[in-house]
């Protein structure tokens, strides 16, 4: 980067930084080649685009209802009130229009569809009810879908509310329309704001950059199960593939379900899941399976003989290119690098570490760390409300993406350390309880303070023991829990039995006896 690119790009970031967050600013410059005046103005009006109602929507609480009240806009000039309305019913191949400032928030990229932009693995459907349900207010929409992650669930609509929900937007019932409404071709291109969600969706279940994903995307004819099967192609070929018994076993078991997949492919999904995402593993396949079903009824449906009209021989020479056995990766278009792959052999526990010493500091630094994350989710909705599909905008949303990425591991880490630590202090030599922790992490500690145990018991024959004398999980009978029901329990006691332990269920609490025979 030579000097007068740098002197230029300090210029546009001492401009815009207490409006805009620097790291967008970087990464919206470095679409342009500054030393060029022309190229400078843009960079620059696009900041300028960006920036121009910053103000009026922090004082509005990102709500489009506060922001076109009379209340914010009486302080506007009457001139630039003219240019925002009008600008912002510009789009992509379509003429600008004016419109009046009580219509003003129906030009803004919708709620629902920023939310589905920064929540891409949620219904769409799903995330407007949610909207709805808050009250219109995406910010308490944003925190109540992280909970729902953070449990390692995914919010849905309630029971027979799907067939007749429909959302703000206006999306009309394919009911009412089915005679008119066809499908829409799967040979056209996607759309700019498709292409993200797809890439976003793959990227957190395969816990990947976006940027690598986004190439192999392309080469892969837009197609999430093609570009899946692309990356488990390769890992399989490199070796990347679940090899303890626990996972082994749990493959055995998805393959039952899903019988349209190759059985190679199920140790290979397990491993290069994303361990963020209790269901990850499960998504993967189901698109796996649905894309092999659909396969093959196509075959099925076009089979037909192939009529040729001329023989077909062999040539005389086959033309034989010789290629070193590492060269697959970077011969093979749509393939996966080996830089993009090496993280998988990488354990997880490496890198989500956590040096708290007690549970007030592990909790504490989850509670920022997560507050962070949140703020990212945020300021991502607050740049896709704007987007309209922009292509420059639409970039600066993956940059805040990418940072609430970068916070879910390390606080995973801390919450993970709170509940080790939590445990660790009522933990007796027989017995431990469960109480306060997330499921997930209360399915983590009973099987490895189950299996300490045992280890433990140096003396016993290892087949059976005396119930009384058995370890004890202490889960809850669920009083406090929605439905009066525990939400550990059911998850520990089956965790348990699948590790090959065997349980007794008690009331609020289950006794591991011994190892099944």
């Known amino acids: 980067m030579s000097e007068s690119h740098k002197r230029k790009l300090s210029l546009l970031v001492d401009e815009f930084r207490s409006l805009i967050d620097e790291a967008l600013i970087v990464s919206i410059a ?3 080649n500054l030393q060029k005046p022309k190229q400078f103005q843009k960079a620059k009006h696009t900041l300028l685009e960006i920036s121009q109602n910053v103000d009026l929507e922090e004082a509005s609480g990102f709500s489009p209802d506060a922001f076109g009240s009379a209340n914010f806009l009486d302080n506007v000039d009457t001139a630039s009130q003219t240019m925002s309305h009008a600008s912002r019913y510009k789009s992509l191949g379509e003429s600008t229009l004016t419109s009046s400032p ?11 569809q920023a939310l589905a932009s920064v929540f ?11 909207l709805v349900k808050c009250g219109g207010n995406p910010d308490q929409a944003i925190d109540e879908l992280i909970r ?8 849905t609509l309630p029971r027979a509310i799907d067939d007749f929900f429909q959302p703000e937007d206006g999306d009309i019932s394919p009911r009412r329309n089915k005679n008119k409404k066809k499908k829409t071709d799967p040979s056209l291109p996607k759309s700019e704001a498709e292409r993200l969600d797809d890439i976003m969706h793959l990227s957190s279940l395969l816990d990947c950059p976006i940027e690598e994903l986004d190439q192999l995307y392309n080469d892969n004819q837009q197609s999430q199960a093609l570009t899946l099967i692309s990356i488990l192609e390769t890992s399989k070929e490199l070796g990347i593939e679940a090899k303890d018994p626990a996972r082994l076993e749990m493959a055995k078991a998805f393959e039952q379900e899903h019988k349209h997949i190759p059985p190679d492919y199920f140790p290979v999904v397990l491993q290069v899941c994303s361990p963020h995402i209790s269901d990850s593993s499960k998504q993967l396949l189901t698109l796996l399976n649905k ?14 003989k192939l009529s040729i009209s001329y023989n077909l021989a062999p040539k005389e020479t086959p033309e034989i290119i010789e290629q070193p056995a590492n060269s697959l990766l970077h011969t093979k278009r749509g393939a996966p690098s080996a830089q993009f792959l090496s993280t998988w052999n990488e354990p997880t526990a490496s890198i989500n570490s956590c040096a708290a010493t007690t549970y007030q500091e592990a909790k504490k630094m989850s509670n920022e760390l997560h507050e962070k994350r949140i ?3 945020r300021d991502a909705f607050k740049l896709a409300r704007r987007s309209k599909g922009q292509p420059l905008l639409r970039s600066g949303i993956v940059v805040y993406l990418e940072r609430a990425k970068s916070y879910e591991a390390p606080a995973s880490a801390a919450m993970s350390r709170a509940a080790d630590l939590l445990v660790s202090k009522g933990r007796t030599q027989y017995k431990i309880d469960l109480h306060g922790v997330t499921v997930d992490n209360a399915v ?12 433990q018991e140096q003396t016993r024959t290892r087949i059976t023991c005396d119930p009384s004398q058995g370890f004890t999980i202490v889960t809850g009978k669920g009083l406090h829990s929605v439905g009066g029901q525990s939400r550990i329990r059911g998850p520990v006691i089956s965790a348990l039995q699948a590790d090959g332990w065997t349980v007794t269920p008690e009331a609020g609490m289950c006794t591991v006896i011994g190892r099944k025979r």
């Open 291 to 304: 894309h092999y079903q659909k396969s093959k009824a196509q075959k099925h449906k076009h089979k037909q």
């Open 444 to 455: 983590r500690i009973a099987v490895e303070e189950t299996r300490k145990w045992w280890q």
């Open 102 to 112: 009580s219509t003003s928030s129906d030009s803004e990229f919708g709620d629902s």
């Open 148 to 155: 729902y992650e953070e449990r390692g669930e995914n919010y």
């Open 30 to 32: 470095s679409d342009f």
């Open 375 to 377: 703020q990212a989710l």
């Open 120 to 130: 891409p693995s949620i219904d769409p459907k799903a995330i407007s009810h949610m």
